[in-house]
């Protein structure tokens, strides 16, 4: 199967730069994977889709605020910096800007000495190795210094940080935002609770790499990158028994999705677990879990296509994505949603 199999036409006036007022009134397409059908909805109406005795898997993990501004030492020229990995010893793999200037040796420093930094190695992709220096808890500073970081087609500063986070965030560690959850609020969760449905969670820490383009002809030959998850022990026997009383797993997010079918077994049981994944989900992959997807509209020929393409069909996806274009849904991060059937 070819990348370019995945490839669709959207007006850049259709990429979503802001968030909306409510998160909740967004717009929602509704796709049957069954029959191909559509409807439009809202989000706010997600529970006419939900039943008693199924579970909604969310994914609680919380951008760190990782874009660094400071200057070089000495002569105080600008420096940016955005945490990548974190490496251990105070020490992270980070993107920089500018490059050419931030070389090994390099002395940075934030928040008028607050934090200083020195570039312990330039890596084989032009990545820094940067030990950071500064007395106290590292992501108390980060939350007093840093910038939360926006996708590269986001143009636009946002005014509050917290917009893209999701209600339920808790474990700090991506670098972008599981953006399926943005749309959440916790009045709609309250009354998903009240109807039988059981609300769990999963963390993956989501990584720049969801938005390297793919740029191999074949997609099988695409080198996927790895993301760090986790599966708590609740939320195992929360899946497992789910399916065995015959409920649907609904995952918000192809990061929740990813995490749970890299977790199971082949029977479909769940397992418990923390580590890193690589999973590449693509049309012809059998999911052993995952019944429902919520999801954002995401970049032509990216893998997330691929994965909701896996899930519904790429013919499904691909006409319900012209739909979209067609009827002037918000595309990606801060745009509207779907949910798949």
């Known amino acids: 199967m070819k990348t370019s199999d995945f490839y669709f036409e959207l007006p850049e006036e259709l ?21 191909g059908e559509l ?7 997600l529970p006419a889709y939900l ?11 919380r951008v760190l605020p990782a874009r660094l501004i400071g200057q070089r030492e ?47 190695e330039v890596l084989p992709d032009g990545n820094r190795l940067i030990c950071f220096e500064y007395e106290g808890i590292f992501l108390e500073i980060l939350e007093r210094l840093g910038k939360v970081p926006l996708p590269p087609y986001i143009k636009e500063e946002l005014e509050d940080g917290e917009r893209y986070q999701t209600v339920y965030s808790k474990e700090a560690g991506s670098a972008a935002a599981p953006t399926a959850g943005l749309h959440f609020t916790p009045e709609l969760l309250e009354k998903i609770r009240g109807m ?9 820490h989501v990584g720049l790499g969801t938005f390297r383009p793919v740029r191999e002809e074949d997609i099988e030959e695409h080198d996927m990158h790895s993301e760090f998850c986790t599966v708590p022990e609740e939320t195992a026997e929360i899946v497992n028994r789910t399916r065995r009383e015959g409920g649907r797993v609904f995952c918000a997010g192809t990061t929740s999705c990813r995490t749970l079918e890299a977790w199971s077994d082949p029977d479909g049981t769940l397992r418990t677990g923390s580590g890193w994944t690589d999973i590449f989900i693509y049309p012809g992959y059998q999911f052993k879990v995952v019944d429902c997807l919520i999801t954002n509209f995401h970049l032509p020929e990216s893998t997330l296509i691929m994965l909701v393409s896996a899930l519904a069909g790429r013919e499904n996806i691909l006409n319900a994505y012209q739909c979209a274009v067609k009827e002037r849904y918000r595309f990606f991060s801060f745009g509207d949603a779907m949910l798949i059937l």
Not at 15 to 35: G, H, Y
Not at 39 to 45: A, I, L
Not at 51 to 61: A, E, T, Y
Not at 99 to 113: A, V, W
Request: hydrophobic share 35%.
């Open 74 to 120: 000495p002569g105080g020229g600008a420096a940016e910096v955005l945490l990548l990995t974190d490496r251990g010893d105070k020490t992270w793999e980070c993107l920089v800007r500018p490059g050419r200037r931030i070389r090994k040796g390099t002395r940075l420093s934030f928040g008028g000495g607050e934090l200083t930094a020195r570039v312990l």
């Open 51 to 61: 039943r008693p005795g199924d579970c909604l898997v969310l994914n609680d993990s």
């Open 196 to 204: 039988g449905v059981e609300i769990c969670f999963v963390t993956l």
């Open 15 to 35: 990429i979503a730069q802001t968030p909306l007022e409510k998160r909740d009134s967004s717009r929602l397409l509704v796709l049957d994977r069954k029959t």
């Open 39 to 45: 409807e439009h909805r809202h989000f706010y109406d």
